[in-house]
Protein backbone atom coordinates (compact mmCIF):
# COMPACT_ATOMS: atom_id res chain seq x y z
CA UNK A 1 0.00 0.00 0.00
CA UNK A 2 2.79 2.61 1.33
CA UNK A 3 4.43 1.88 -2.32
CA UNK A 4 1.07 2.62 -4.49
CA UNK A 5 1.10 5.59 -2.23
CA UNK A 6 4.55 7.00 -3.23
CA UNK A 7 3.84 6.26 -7.00
CA UNK A 8 0.79 7.91 -6.87
CA UNK A 9 2.29 10.69 -5.23
CA UNK A 10 4.82 10.89 -7.59
CA UNK A 11 2.48 10.44 -10.48
CA UNK A 12 0.39 13.22 -9.32
CA UNK A 13 3.53 15.55 -8.61
CA UNK A 14 3.92 16.08 -12.53
CA UNK A 15 1.07 17.65 -12.92
CA UNK A 16 1.89 20.33 -9.38
CA UNK A 17 4.17 23.58 -10.69
CA UNK A 18 6.30 22.33 -8.00
CA UNK A 19 7.27 19.33 -6.24
CA UNK A 20 4.97 20.27 -3.56
CA UNK A 21 6.96 18.10 -0.57
CA UNK A 22 9.55 20.66 -0.35
CA UNK A 23 8.28 23.59 -2.24
CA UNK A 24 10.99 23.75 -4.59
CA UNK A 25 10.09 25.64 -7.49
CA UNK A 26 10.57 24.66 -11.23
CA UNK A 27 13.72 25.87 -11.82
CA UNK A 28 15.65 24.52 -9.21
CA UNK A 29 17.86 21.56 -9.78
CA UNK A 30 16.41 17.56 -9.40
CA UNK A 31 18.47 15.73 -6.54
CA UNK A 32 20.62 12.76 -7.37
CA UNK A 33 21.34 10.63 -4.40
CA UNK A 34 23.61 7.68 -4.80
CA UNK A 35 23.84 5.14 -2.43
CA UNK A 36 25.93 2.45 -3.15
CA UNK A 37 29.29 1.68 -1.51
CA UNK A 38 32.23 3.73 -2.24
CA UNK A 39 34.53 1.62 -4.45
CA UNK A 40 31.16 1.18 -7.05
CA UNK A 41 30.12 4.93 -6.37
CA UNK A 42 33.31 6.24 -7.06
CA UNK A 43 34.71 3.77 -10.15
CA UNK A 44 35.83 4.93 -13.02
CA UNK A 45 32.30 4.41 -15.16
CA UNK A 46 30.67 5.99 -12.10
CA UNK A 47 32.49 9.38 -12.62
CA UNK A 48 32.35 9.17 -16.24
CA UNK A 49 28.17 8.86 -16.05
CA UNK A 50 28.10 11.38 -13.56
CA UNK A 51 30.32 14.12 -14.97
CA UNK A 52 28.48 14.23 -18.24
CA UNK A 53 25.23 13.73 -16.43
CA UNK A 54 26.50 16.96 -14.28
CA UNK A 55 27.21 18.47 -17.23
CA UNK A 56 23.14 19.37 -18.23
CA UNK A 57 23.11 21.44 -15.45
CA UNK A 58 19.90 20.27 -14.16
CA UNK A 59 21.69 17.76 -11.33
CA UNK A 60 22.68 17.80 -7.96
CA UNK A 61 24.40 14.96 -7.52
CA UNK A 62 25.01 13.40 -3.87
CA UNK A 63 27.66 10.45 -3.09
CA UNK A 64 26.48 9.67 0.51
CA UNK A 65 29.54 7.26 0.72
CA UNK A 66 30.16 4.32 3.20
CA UNK A 67 30.54 6.26 6.53
CA UNK A 68 26.81 7.88 5.62
CA UNK A 69 25.80 4.50 4.55
CA UNK A 70 27.19 2.01 7.10
CA UNK A 71 27.63 4.52 10.18
CA UNK A 72 24.49 6.71 9.89
CA UNK A 73 20.51 6.41 10.46
CA UNK A 74 18.92 6.54 7.00
CA UNK A 75 16.72 9.60 8.89
CA UNK A 76 20.30 11.73 8.61
CA UNK A 77 21.08 10.11 4.91
CA UNK A 78 20.56 13.28 2.61
CA UNK A 79 17.46 13.53 0.78
CA UNK A 80 16.74 13.22 -3.00
CA UNK A 81 14.34 12.92 -5.77
CA UNK A 82 15.92 10.46 -7.61
CA UNK A 83 17.81 6.97 -6.22
CA UNK A 84 20.57 5.53 -7.64
CA UNK A 85 21.20 2.59 -5.20
CA UNK A 86 22.91 -0.93 -6.08
CA UNK A 87 24.34 -4.16 -3.75
CA UNK A 88 27.54 -5.02 -3.70
CA UNK A 89 30.04 -6.79 -1.07
CA UNK A 90 28.83 -5.08 2.30
CA UNK A 91 26.65 -3.15 1.23
CA UNK A 92 23.02 -3.03 3.63
CA UNK A 93 20.33 -3.31 1.00
CA UNK A 94 17.88 -3.65 4.01
CA UNK A 95 18.96 -0.06 5.27
CA UNK A 96 18.85 1.50 1.60
CA UNK A 97 15.24 -0.19 1.30
CA UNK A 98 13.99 1.34 4.60
CA UNK A 99 15.25 4.48 3.21
CA UNK A 100 14.01 4.67 -0.23
CA UNK A 101 10.59 3.62 2.04
CA UNK A 102 10.78 6.42 4.01
CA UNK A 103 11.62 9.21 1.10
CA UNK A 104 10.19 7.65 -1.55
CA UNK A 105 12.40 8.87 -3.77
CA UNK A 106 12.10 7.84 -7.86
CA UNK A 107 14.32 5.02 -7.72
CA UNK A 108 16.10 4.12 -10.77
CA UNK A 109 16.65 0.24 -10.03
CA UNK A 110 13.96 -1.33 -7.79
CA UNK A 111 15.74 -2.28 -4.00
CA UNK A 112 13.37 -4.99 -2.92
CA UNK A 113 13.92 -7.36 -6.23
CA UNK A 114 17.92 -7.05 -5.72
CA UNK A 115 17.44 -9.58 -2.56
CA UNK A 116 16.52 -11.85 -5.65
CA UNK A 117 19.47 -10.95 -7.78
CA UNK A 118 22.04 -12.55 -4.68
CA UNK A 119 19.82 -15.85 -5.23
CA UNK A 120 20.84 -17.85 -8.69
CA UNK A 121 17.43 -19.91 -7.94
CA UNK A 122 15.31 -16.92 -7.63
CA UNK A 123 16.96 -15.75 -10.46
CA UNK A 124 15.96 -18.78 -12.50
CA UNK A 125 12.61 -18.74 -11.49
CA UNK A 126 12.09 -14.60 -12.67
CA UNK A 127 13.17 -15.45 -15.89
CA UNK A 128 11.04 -18.54 -16.57
CA UNK A 129 7.84 -17.01 -14.76
CA UNK A 130 8.42 -13.82 -17.21
CA UNK A 131 8.92 -16.46 -20.06
CA UNK A 132 12.65 -15.66 -20.53
CA UNK A 133 14.72 -18.05 -22.13
CA UNK A 134 16.98 -20.30 -19.70
CA UNK A 135 18.69 -23.28 -19.90
CA UNK A 136 17.11 -26.69 -19.31
CA UNK A 137 17.44 -26.47 -15.49
CA UNK A 138 16.55 -28.50 -12.44
CA UNK A 139 16.90 -26.77 -8.68
CA UNK A 140 18.11 -29.15 -6.28
CA UNK A 141 17.17 -27.71 -2.73
CA UNK A 142 18.48 -29.03 0.59
CA UNK A 143 16.52 -26.59 2.81
CA UNK A 144 16.08 -28.51 6.40
CA UNK A 145 17.91 -31.90 5.42
CA UNK A 146 20.51 -33.45 6.96
CA UNK A 147 24.23 -32.54 5.12
CA UNK A 148 24.94 -34.46 2.44
CA UNK A 149 21.14 -35.88 2.38
CA UNK A 150 19.10 -35.41 -0.90
CA UNK A 151 15.51 -33.95 -1.29
CA UNK A 152 13.12 -36.64 -2.81
CA UNK A 153 13.13 -37.21 -6.18
CA UNK A 154 16.46 -36.61 -6.58
CA UNK A 155 18.51 -39.05 -8.58
CA UNK A 156 21.89 -38.85 -9.51
CA UNK A 157 23.62 -41.73 -12.00
CA UNK A 158 26.93 -41.33 -13.57
CA UNK A 159 25.59 -40.01 -16.68
CA UNK A 160 22.70 -37.30 -15.44
CA UNK A 161 20.89 -36.05 -12.48
CA UNK A 162 17.23 -35.74 -12.08
CA UNK A 163 14.59 -34.18 -10.41
CA UNK A 164 10.92 -35.96 -10.00
CA UNK A 165 11.67 -37.07 -13.62
CA UNK A 166 13.68 -34.20 -15.08
CA UNK A 167 16.63 -35.23 -16.29
CA UNK A 168 19.84 -33.04 -17.36
CA UNK A 169 22.20 -35.19 -18.92
CA UNK A 170 25.83 -34.96 -18.64
CA UNK A 171 27.68 -32.32 -19.77
CA UNK A 172 25.60 -30.19 -17.36
CA UNK A 173 26.83 -26.96 -15.29
CA UNK A 174 26.09 -26.90 -11.08
CA UNK A 175 25.86 -23.58 -9.97
CA UNK A 176 25.58 -22.46 -6.50
CA UNK A 177 22.48 -20.95 -5.06
CA UNK A 178 24.01 -17.86 -4.13
CA UNK A 179 25.31 -15.51 -6.80
CA UNK A 180 27.93 -14.00 -4.98
CA UNK A 181 29.84 -17.73 -5.33
CA UNK A 182 31.43 -17.95 -8.56
CA UNK A 183 32.39 -21.64 -7.88
CA UNK A 184 30.46 -23.36 -10.86
CA UNK A 185 31.59 -26.74 -11.74
CA UNK A 186 31.15 -28.30 -15.35
CA UNK A 187 30.53 -32.41 -15.17
CA UNK A 188 31.46 -33.96 -18.33
CA UNK A 189 30.44 -37.65 -19.54
CA UNK A 190 32.53 -40.59 -19.97
CA UNK A 191 32.39 -40.24 -23.69
CA UNK A 192 34.05 -36.71 -23.35
CA UNK A 193 36.78 -37.92 -20.88
CA UNK A 194 34.83 -37.66 -17.91
CA UNK A 195 36.01 -35.19 -14.82
CA UNK A 196 35.13 -31.60 -14.00
CA UNK A 197 35.93 -28.21 -14.84
CA UNK A 198 35.85 -26.08 -11.77
CA UNK A 199 35.30 -22.25 -12.54
CA UNK A 200 36.67 -19.63 -10.45
CA UNK A 201 36.98 -15.26 -10.01
CA UNK A 202 39.22 -14.67 -12.29
CA UNK A 203 43.15 -15.17 -10.55
CA UNK A 204 45.91 -13.59 -12.86
CA UNK A 205 44.95 -15.04 -16.72
CA UNK A 206 43.33 -18.08 -15.14
CA UNK A 207 39.56 -18.24 -14.57
CA UNK A 208 39.00 -22.60 -14.74
CA UNK A 209 40.77 -25.80 -14.63
CA UNK A 210 40.16 -29.23 -15.65
CA UNK A 211 39.89 -31.98 -13.16
CA UNK A 212 40.14 -35.33 -15.01
CA UNK A 213 40.64 -36.99 -11.53
CA UNK A 214 37.56 -35.97 -10.10
CA UNK A 215 35.06 -39.23 -9.28
CA UNK A 216 32.21 -37.00 -11.10
CA UNK A 217 29.89 -36.64 -7.87
CA UNK A 218 27.93 -33.65 -7.80
CA UNK A 219 28.21 -31.65 -4.30
CA UNK A 220 25.66 -31.90 -1.71
CA UNK A 221 26.26 -29.07 1.02
CA UNK A 222 23.58 -26.90 -0.08
CA UNK A 223 21.44 -25.32 -3.27
CA UNK A 224 22.49 -26.18 -6.25
CA UNK A 225 21.15 -25.28 -9.89
CA UNK A 226 21.76 -28.02 -12.73
CA UNK A 227 21.23 -27.30 -16.03
CA UNK A 228 22.47 -28.45 -19.26
CA UNK A 229 25.12 -27.36 -20.91
CA UNK A 230 24.53 -25.61 -23.49
CA UNK A 231 27.64 -25.31 -26.58
CA UNK A 232 28.07 -21.76 -27.54
CA UNK A 233 31.23 -21.68 -28.99
CA UNK A 234 33.20 -20.44 -26.97
CA UNK A 235 31.63 -17.30 -26.16
CA UNK A 236 29.47 -15.33 -23.64
CA UNK A 237 27.58 -12.29 -24.56
CA UNK A 238 27.71 -9.81 -21.67
CA UNK A 239 24.82 -7.17 -21.95
CA UNK A 240 24.64 -4.04 -20.49
CA UNK A 241 21.07 -2.61 -19.99
CA UNK A 242 19.92 1.19 -19.88
CA UNK A 243 16.62 0.96 -19.50
CA UNK A 244 14.44 -0.98 -21.22
CA UNK A 245 15.19 0.30 -25.06
CA UNK A 246 18.78 0.31 -24.75
CA UNK A 247 21.03 -2.75 -24.27
CA UNK A 248 25.43 -2.61 -25.13
CA UNK A 249 26.65 -5.95 -25.59
CA UNK A 250 30.11 -7.66 -25.97
CA UNK A 251 31.21 -10.73 -26.19
CA UNK A 252 34.01 -12.91 -24.26
CA UNK A 253 36.05 -15.90 -24.30
CA UNK A 254 34.35 -18.03 -22.14
CA UNK A 255 36.11 -19.47 -18.95
CA UNK A 256 34.65 -22.63 -20.17
CA UNK A 257 37.56 -23.08 -22.99
CA UNK A 258 40.51 -23.33 -21.47
CA UNK A 259 40.42 -21.33 -18.55
CA UNK A 260 43.33 -18.73 -20.16
CA UNK A 261 41.83 -15.12 -20.04
CA UNK A 262 42.42 -13.27 -23.49
CA UNK A 263 43.81 -10.25 -22.23
CA UNK A 264 44.90 -6.60 -24.99
CA UNK A 265 48.35 -5.91 -25.24
CA UNK A 266 47.71 -3.23 -22.26
CA UNK A 267 45.91 -6.17 -20.30
CA UNK A 268 42.54 -5.56 -20.33
CA UNK A 269 40.44 -8.66 -21.05
CA UNK A 270 39.21 -9.06 -24.97
CA UNK A 271 35.97 -7.70 -25.73
CA UNK A 272 34.20 -8.20 -29.29
CA UNK A 273 31.96 -6.12 -30.42
CA UNK A 274 28.89 -8.13 -30.83
CA UNK A 275 24.57 -6.77 -32.30
CA UNK A 276 22.10 -8.58 -30.80
CA UNK A 277 19.25 -10.09 -32.84
CA UNK A 278 15.59 -9.48 -32.19
CA UNK A 279 15.05 -12.20 -30.02
CA UNK A 280 18.19 -10.71 -27.62
CA UNK A 281 17.03 -7.17 -27.82
CA UNK A 282 13.27 -8.53 -26.46
CA UNK A 283 15.20 -10.64 -24.09
CA UNK A 284 16.67 -7.51 -22.69
CA UNK A 285 13.94 -5.16 -22.18
CA UNK A 286 12.05 -8.28 -20.29
CA UNK A 287 15.25 -8.53 -18.28
CA UNK A 288 14.81 -4.64 -16.81
CA UNK A 289 11.27 -5.48 -16.49
CA UNK A 290 11.41 -8.91 -15.45
CA UNK A 291 13.83 -7.90 -12.17
CA UNK A 292 12.96 -3.51 -12.37
CA UNK A 293 16.53 -2.68 -12.76
CA UNK A 294 17.18 -0.18 -14.97
CA UNK A 295 20.57 -0.36 -15.38
CA UNK A 296 21.34 -4.00 -15.25
CA UNK A 297 23.90 -6.51 -16.98
CA UNK A 298 23.18 -9.71 -17.48
CA UNK A 299 25.04 -13.28 -19.83
CA UNK A 300 23.28 -14.82 -22.78
CA UNK A 301 24.99 -17.49 -24.07
CA UNK A 302 24.18 -17.57 -27.59
CA UNK A 303 23.17 -21.66 -28.35
CA UNK A 304 24.55 -23.21 -31.69
CA UNK A 305 20.92 -24.21 -32.11
CA UNK A 306 20.16 -20.71 -32.84
CA UNK A 307 18.68 -19.60 -29.87
CA UNK A 308 20.19 -17.58 -26.93
CA UNK A 309 19.68 -17.87 -23.37
CA UNK A 310 20.32 -15.88 -20.46
CA UNK A 311 22.43 -18.03 -17.91
CA UNK A 312 23.08 -14.81 -15.35
CA UNK A 313 21.74 -11.50 -14.08
CA UNK A 314 24.14 -9.40 -12.38
CA UNK A 315 22.21 -6.17 -11.62
CA UNK A 316 23.82 -2.81 -11.73
CA UNK A 317 26.97 -2.74 -13.53
CA UNK A 318 28.51 -0.91 -16.54
CA UNK A 319 30.27 -1.12 -19.06
CA UNK A 320 34.34 -0.43 -19.07
CA UNK A 321 36.16 1.89 -21.34
CA UNK A 322 33.42 3.19 -23.76
CA UNK A 323 33.03 6.99 -23.99
CA UNK A 324 29.73 6.09 -26.60
CA UNK A 325 28.13 4.04 -23.95
CA UNK A 326 29.18 7.22 -21.16
CA UNK A 327 27.27 9.28 -23.25
CA UNK A 328 24.44 7.40 -24.07
CA UNK A 329 23.81 6.55 -20.60
CA UNK A 330 23.89 9.48 -19.02
CA UNK A 331 21.54 11.12 -21.76
CA UNK A 332 19.32 7.90 -20.79
CA UNK A 333 19.81 8.45 -17.26
CA UNK A 334 18.69 12.31 -17.86
CA UNK A 335 15.42 11.55 -19.69
CA UNK A 336 14.34 8.60 -17.63
CA UNK A 337 15.26 10.65 -13.95
CA UNK A 338 12.87 13.81 -15.46
CA UNK A 339 10.88 12.00 -16.84
CA UNK A 340 10.16 10.53 -13.48
CA UNK A 341 10.55 13.24 -10.95
CA UNK A 342 10.24 16.73 -13.53
CA UNK A 343 9.21 16.01 -16.45
CA UNK A 344 7.98 20.02 -16.51
CA UNK A 345 12.16 19.87 -17.41
CA UNK A 346 12.23 17.83 -19.79
CA UNK A 347 9.57 19.33 -21.78
CA UNK A 348 11.29 22.67 -21.69
CA UNK A 349 14.51 22.11 -21.97
CA UNK A 350 14.42 18.96 -24.46
CA UNK A 351 17.87 19.48 -25.51
CA UNK A 352 20.34 21.12 -23.49
CA UNK A 353 23.45 22.62 -24.45
CA UNK A 354 26.18 20.34 -22.99
CA UNK A 355 29.66 20.55 -23.45
CA UNK A 356 31.38 17.36 -22.92
CA UNK A 357 35.05 18.78 -22.92
CA UNK A 358 36.91 15.12 -23.98
CA UNK A 359 34.41 14.31 -26.67
CA UNK A 360 34.48 15.10 -30.17
CA UNK A 361 31.71 17.38 -31.16
CA UNK A 362 30.95 14.76 -33.80
CA UNK A 363 30.30 12.06 -31.79
CA UNK A 364 28.63 14.11 -29.15
CA UNK A 365 26.14 15.37 -31.34
CA UNK A 366 25.55 11.47 -32.22
CA UNK A 367 25.00 10.77 -29.26
CA UNK A 368 22.09 13.54 -28.23
CA UNK A 369 20.22 11.68 -30.86
CA UNK A 370 20.33 9.04 -27.93
CA UNK A 371 18.58 10.76 -25.84
CA UNK A 372 15.50 10.32 -25.94
CA UNK A 373 15.43 6.30 -25.07
CA UNK A 374 15.84 5.36 -28.75
CA UNK A 375 17.29 1.83 -29.69
CA UNK A 376 20.99 2.57 -29.62
CA UNK A 377 22.16 -1.64 -29.79
CA UNK A 378 24.74 0.29 -32.51
CA UNK A 379 26.76 0.77 -29.59
CA UNK A 380 27.48 -2.53 -29.45
CA UNK A 381 29.44 -1.76 -32.69
CA UNK A 382 32.21 -0.14 -31.09
CA UNK A 383 35.29 -2.40 -29.86
CA UNK A 384 36.73 -1.10 -26.65
CA UNK A 385 39.86 -0.69 -25.55
CA UNK A 386 41.75 1.95 -23.25
CA UNK A 387 41.00 4.87 -25.02
CA UNK A 388 38.57 2.92 -27.28
CA UNK A 389 36.70 5.33 -29.47
CA UNK A 390 39.76 7.94 -29.70
CA UNK A 391 40.84 5.93 -32.88
CA UNK A 392 37.31 5.68 -34.40
CA UNK A 393 37.01 9.48 -33.43
CA UNK A 394 40.00 10.70 -35.08
CA UNK A 395 38.85 9.11 -38.17
CA UNK A 396 35.42 10.27 -38.01
CA UNK A 397 36.98 14.03 -37.31
CA UNK A 398 39.27 13.88 -40.36
CA UNK A 399 37.00 12.94 -42.28
CA UNK A 400 34.49 15.82 -41.50
CA UNK A 401 35.20 19.74 -41.79
CA UNK A 402 35.48 21.59 -38.74
CA UNK A 403 33.63 24.42 -40.12
CA UNK A 404 30.59 22.20 -41.42
CA UNK A 405 30.57 20.76 -37.86
CA UNK A 406 30.19 24.06 -36.37
CA UNK A 407 27.77 25.65 -38.79
CA UNK A 408 25.52 22.40 -38.08
CA UNK A 409 26.20 22.92 -34.30
CA UNK A 410 24.65 26.43 -35.15
CA UNK A 411 22.35 25.49 -37.22
CA UNK A 412 20.45 22.52 -34.73
CA UNK A 413 20.84 24.84 -32.11
CA UNK A 414 17.26 25.26 -31.78
CA UNK A 415 16.02 22.02 -33.69
CA UNK A 416 15.12 18.46 -32.58
CA UNK A 417 14.84 15.57 -34.59
CA UNK A 418 11.24 14.54 -33.91
CA UNK A 419 11.00 11.92 -36.28
CA UNK A 420 12.12 10.70 -39.53
CA UNK A 421 9.70 9.60 -42.74
CA UNK A 422 10.63 7.42 -44.93
CA UNK A 423 9.04 5.72 -48.17
CA UNK A 424 10.45 2.52 -48.96
CA UNK A 425 9.92 0.44 -52.24
CA UNK A 426 10.70 -3.24 -52.72
CA UNK A 427 13.38 -3.62 -55.28
CA UNK A 428 12.24 -7.22 -57.16
CA UNK A 429 10.86 -5.50 -60.33
CA UNK A 430 10.97 -7.80 -63.31
CA UNK A 431 13.05 -6.41 -65.76
CA UNK A 432 12.20 -5.28 -68.72
CA UNK A 433 11.21 -7.57 -71.86
CA UNK A 434 13.43 -6.49 -74.55
CA UNK A 435 13.88 -8.23 -77.99
CA UNK A 436 16.21 -6.27 -81.27
CA UNK A 437 15.16 -7.45 -84.66
CA UNK A 438 15.76 -5.99 -88.33
CA UNK A 439 12.67 -5.70 -89.96
CA UNK A 440 12.03 -4.70 -93.42
CA UNK A 441 7.82 -4.81 -93.10
CA UNK A 442 6.17 -2.39 -94.88
CA UNK A 443 3.35 -1.95 -91.97
CA UNK A 444 6.14 -1.45 -89.24
CA UNK A 445 8.11 0.90 -90.74
CA UNK A 446 4.97 2.74 -91.44
CA UNK A 447 4.34 2.87 -87.48
CA UNK A 448 7.50 4.14 -87.12
CA UNK A 449 6.90 7.01 -89.84
CA UNK A 450 3.68 7.53 -88.00
CA UNK A 451 4.87 7.62 -84.46
CA UNK A 452 8.77 9.00 -85.04
CA UNK A 453 10.30 11.66 -82.64
CA UNK A 454 11.68 15.00 -83.97
CA UNK A 455 14.54 13.61 -84.55
CA UNK A 456 13.49 10.75 -86.17
CA UNK A 457 15.48 8.37 -84.60
CA UNK A 458 12.84 6.67 -82.51
CA UNK A 459 9.26 6.18 -82.05
CA UNK A 460 7.86 5.51 -78.31
CA UNK A 461 4.32 3.43 -78.63
CA UNK A 462 2.67 4.01 -75.00
CA UNK A 463 -0.74 4.89 -75.45
CA UNK A 464 -3.22 2.12 -74.99
CA UNK A 465 -4.66 3.12 -78.74
CA UNK A 466 -1.12 2.79 -79.55
CA UNK A 467 -0.16 -0.26 -78.57
CA UNK A 468 -3.17 -1.85 -79.98
CA UNK A 469 -1.90 -0.67 -83.57
CA UNK A 470 1.30 -3.05 -82.61
CA UNK A 471 -0.39 -5.79 -81.82
CA UNK A 472 -2.73 -5.66 -84.86
CA UNK A 473 -0.26 -4.95 -87.47
CA UNK A 474 2.01 -7.97 -85.35
CA UNK A 475 -1.08 -10.35 -86.00
CA UNK A 476 -1.62 -9.57 -89.41
CA UNK A 477 1.92 -9.86 -90.18
CA UNK A 478 2.23 -13.15 -88.36
CA UNK A 479 -0.79 -14.29 -89.77
CA UNK A 480 0.55 -13.40 -93.49
CA UNK A 481 3.71 -15.07 -93.01
CA UNK A 482 2.08 -18.18 -91.89
CA UNK A 483 -0.78 -18.26 -94.46
CA UNK A 484 0.43 -16.12 -97.69
CA UNK A 485 -2.56 -16.95 -99.53
CA UNK A 486 -4.65 -15.30 -97.49
CA UNK A 487 -2.93 -12.41 -97.21
CA UNK A 488 -4.52 -10.41 -99.61
CA UNK A 489 -7.77 -11.36 -97.77
CA UNK A 490 -6.80 -10.42 -94.22
CA UNK A 491 -5.67 -6.75 -95.39
CA UNK A 492 -9.17 -5.79 -96.40
CA UNK A 493 -10.67 -3.14 -94.69
CA UNK A 494 -13.93 -4.24 -93.94
CA UNK A 495 -12.38 -6.08 -90.90
CA UNK A 496 -11.26 -3.13 -89.33
CA UNK A 497 -13.01 -0.17 -87.96
CA UNK A 498 -11.57 3.11 -88.01
CA UNK A 499 -10.96 5.05 -84.83
CA UNK A 500 -9.34 8.41 -85.68
CA UNK A 501 -7.55 8.61 -82.19
CA UNK A 502 -6.18 5.03 -82.60
CA UNK A 503 -6.31 4.14 -85.55
CA UNK A 504 -7.00 0.95 -86.76
CA UNK A 505 -8.10 -1.06 -84.58
CA UNK A 506 -10.17 -4.68 -84.68
CA UNK A 507 -13.35 -5.01 -83.26
CA UNK A 508 -12.28 -8.21 -81.50
CA UNK A 509 -9.38 -6.06 -79.79
CA UNK A 510 -11.32 -3.01 -78.57
CA UNK A 511 -12.52 -4.84 -75.33
CA UNK A 512 -8.64 -5.29 -74.85
CA UNK A 513 -7.96 -1.76 -74.24
CA UNK A 514 -7.75 -1.79 -70.35
CA UNK A 515 -5.09 -4.79 -70.82
CA UNK A 516 -2.42 -2.47 -72.67
CA UNK A 517 0.31 -4.03 -71.07
CA UNK A 518 -0.60 -7.59 -71.61
CA UNK A 519 -1.89 -6.65 -75.48
CA UNK A 520 2.19 -5.18 -75.81
CA UNK A 521 3.68 -8.29 -73.99
CA UNK A 522 1.53 -10.35 -76.92
CA UNK A 523 2.59 -7.84 -79.20
CA UNK A 524 6.20 -7.93 -78.32
CA UNK A 525 6.01 -12.08 -77.98
CA UNK A 526 4.65 -11.83 -81.07
CA UNK A 527 7.15 -10.05 -83.01
CA UNK A 528 10.10 -12.00 -80.98
CA UNK A 529 7.88 -15.29 -82.70
CA UNK A 530 7.61 -13.53 -86.12
N1 LIG B 1 24.39 -23.59 -19.25
C1 LIG B 1 25.60 -23.21 -19.62
N2 LIG B 1 26.16 -23.72 -20.74
C2 LIG B 1 27.40 -23.38 -21.13
N3 LIG B 1 28.17 -22.51 -20.46
C3 LIG B 1 27.68 -21.97 -19.33
C4 LIG B 1 26.37 -22.28 -18.86
N4 LIG B 1 26.15 -21.57 -17.74
C5 LIG B 1 27.26 -20.84 -17.53
N5 LIG B 1 28.18 -21.08 -18.47
C6 LIG B 1 29.53 -20.49 -18.56
O1 LIG B 1 29.99 -20.25 -17.27
C7 LIG B 1 30.26 -18.86 -17.09
C8 LIG B 1 29.91 -18.44 -15.68
O2 LIG B 1 28.54 -18.64 -15.47
P1 LIG B 1 27.65 -17.53 -14.78
O3 LIG B 1 27.72 -16.29 -15.56
O4 LIG B 1 26.32 -18.10 -14.53
O5 LIG B 1 28.41 -17.38 -13.41
P2 LIG B 1 28.91 -16.15 -12.55
O6 LIG B 1 30.04 -16.63 -11.75
O7 LIG B 1 27.75 -15.63 -11.82
O8 LIG B 1 29.38 -15.11 -13.61
P3 LIG B 1 29.69 -13.55 -13.39
O9 LIG B 1 31.15 -13.47 -13.27
O10 LIG B 1 29.18 -12.98 -14.68
O11 LIG B 1 28.92 -13.09 -12.20
C9 LIG B 1 29.44 -18.16 -18.14
O12 LIG B 1 30.01 -16.95 -18.46
C10 LIG B 1 29.49 -19.17 -19.29
O13 LIG B 1 30.70 -19.06 -20.00
MG1 LIG C 1 28.16 -14.36 -15.52
Not at 115 to 144: F, W
Request: aromatic share 6%; glycine share 6%.
Amino acid sequence: VEDRILKMRRLFERFLPTRGNDGRSKDSKVVVGIAAMDKKAKSKQMNQILHRLKAYGEFDIIIYGDETILHKPIEEWPLCDCLLSWHSDGFPLEKAQEYAKLRGPFCVNDLPQQHSLLDRTQVYRTLVAHHIPVPKHIIVERNGLQAGEDPEGFIETEDYVELNGIRINKPFVEKPEYAEDHNIHIYYPHSMGGGVKRLFRKVNDKSSHYDSQHSGAVRRDGNYIYEEFLATGGTDVKVYTVGPRYAHAEARKSPVVDGKVLRTADGKEMRFPVLLTPQEKEVARQVVMAFNQNVCGFDLLRSEKGKSFVCDVNGWSFVKNSKRYYDDSAGILRSMILGAVAPQHLAAMPTPNVTFSSINPSVHKQSQSHLYGLEQDDAALLMDADEPDEGLEGELASCIDDAEIARTDQRSENDELRCVLAVIRHGDRTPKQKLKLHTTAEPLLSLFQKYKDAKGKQAKLKSPGQLQELLNITRQLLHSWERPQEETLQARPSAQHHDPKRGNVSSQDVSANNATSNAAAAAAAAAAAG
